[in-house]
Antibody, heavy 120, light 110 residues
Framework: EVQLVESGGGLVQPGGSLKLSCAAS????????MHWVRQASGRGLEWVGR??????????TYAVSVKGRFTISRDDSRNTAYLQMNSLKPEDTAVYYC???????????WGQGALVTVSS | QSALTQPASVSGSPGQSITISCTGT?????????VSWYQQHPGKAPKLMIY???NRPSGVSNRFSGSKSGNTASLTISGLQAGDEADYYC??????????FGGGTKLTVL
């Protein structure tokens, strides 16, 4: 069974940093591309970014809204993906989902989400 | 990258069919067959319902179907059931090597 478990969420002040982790199990993590998607309370889904696998050089791509502030990385030896968030703004407050990319650019499995609150 | 355009809400009676549209541009929906649809119930993570425009993952009811014409994709749900009441989101891969979601559609089963 595919499982994605996010951790590391919490309250952070504007301008601060936070790092989310996503522990994966139930599939061959090293071959999968991984995405992060967020959702502010009462709002829609917003794609955050993606990291490919080693065969594709761990290439990353980001939404314009987070580019230059957020960094996605992975540790295949630990079956874990990460989302480093710097220079956080109140508008970054959201539930952050770790997701796995499927065979045709879709995200097919989602974690339960980690709440990040940016507030003073 | 602007969000894909979905109607804010649609409704239908049990047993009826409804269609949710998702409009983008030639740089996303129109340029790739990488449109997918997600169902989200309140307080839950989204669930993949359709991928690659018209493919259903294992376990998804065949009452759900997807299609695409030009820059617009559509999700059709036939034989509406109370459990179908949820928010639905479309998404597409884009020419910028990014992904973009629609704003979401709230489906009400009357």
């Amino acid at each position: 069974e595919v499982q994605l478990v996010e951790s590391g969420g919490g309250l952070v002040q504007p301008g601060g940093s936070l790092k989310l982790s996503c522990a994966a199990s139930g599939f061959t993590f090293s071959v999968a591309a991984m995405h992060w998607v967020r959702q502010a309370s009462g709002r829609g889904l917003e794609w955050v970014g993606r990291i490919t696998n080693k065969a594709n050089n761990y290439a990353t791509t980001y939404a314009v809204s987070v580019k230059g502030r957020f960094t996605i990385s992975r540790d295949d030896s630990r079956n874990t993906a990460y989302l480093q968030m710097n220079s956080l703004k109140p508008e970054d407050t959201a539930v952050y989902y770790c997701t796995r990319q499927g065979i045709a650019a879709e995200v097919d499995y989602w974690g339960q989400g980690a709440l990040v609150t940016v507030s003073s | 990258q602007s969000a894909l355009t979905q109607p804010a809400s649609v409704s239908g009676s049990p047993g009826q069919s409804i269609t949710i549209s998702c409009t983008g541009t030639s740089s996303d929906i129109g340029g790739y067959n990488y449109v997918s649809w997600y169902q989200q119930h309140p307080g839950k993570a989204p669930k993949l319902m359709i991928y690659a425009v018209s493919n259903r993952p294992s376990g998804v009811s065949n009452r759900f179907s997807g299609s695409k014409s030009g820059n617009t994709a559509s999700l059709t749900i036939s034989g509406l059931q109370a459990g179908d009441e949820a928010d639905y989101y479309c998404t597409s891969y884009t020419s910028s090597d990014t992904w973009v979601f629609g704003g979401g559609t709230k489906l009400t089963v009357l």
